[in-house]
């Protein structure tokens, strides 16, 4: 599966965005869909990740209650609504893609073979 994502850019502290991973080649079906996030001289970190049979979804305790991830079967997309922006969310983003995750191993870089190309987000303060 092919990923691509979109929709990052400059926004104030408080603010919102929503960015998109959309998928082609195959569905996202039987699949986990994730956002990492990378800032400057810092490791790839587990955002949040939604399993696309059920729509469970999981987020990290950075951003719970301000980030939404949801999916749209018909688009084969997944989106990741960000609000109450803070400048410590400036980062990369990346969506990532598998088949195979471990519900254990979820949040973990080397669960995913599919990644997208990074789309940055940057809040100012």
């Known amino acids: 599966v092919q990923l691509q994502a979109s929709g990052g850019g400059l926004v104030q502290a408080g603010g919102s965005l929503r960015l998109s991973c959309a998928a082609s080649g195959r569905s996202f079906r039987n699949h986990y869909v994730a956002w990492f996030r990378q800032a400057p001289g810092k490791e790839r970190e587990f955002v949040t990740a939604?399993?696309?049979?059920?729509?469970?979804?999981y987020y990290a305790d950075s951003v719970k209650g301000r980030f939404t991830t949801s999916r749209d079967n018909a688009k084969s997309t997944v989106y990741l609504q960000m609000d109450s922006l803070k400048p410590e969310d400036t980062a990369v983003y990346y969506c990532?893609?598998?088949?195979?995750?471990?519900?254990?191993?979820?949040?973990?870089?080397?669960?995913?073979?599919?990644w997208g190309q990074g789309t940055l987000v940057t809040v100012s303060s």
């Open positions: 990532a893609a598998d088949s195979n995750v471990i519900l254990s191993a979820m949040r973990m870089v080397d669960s995913y073979d599919y």
């Open positions: 939604i399993r696309w049979n059920g729509g469970f979804t």
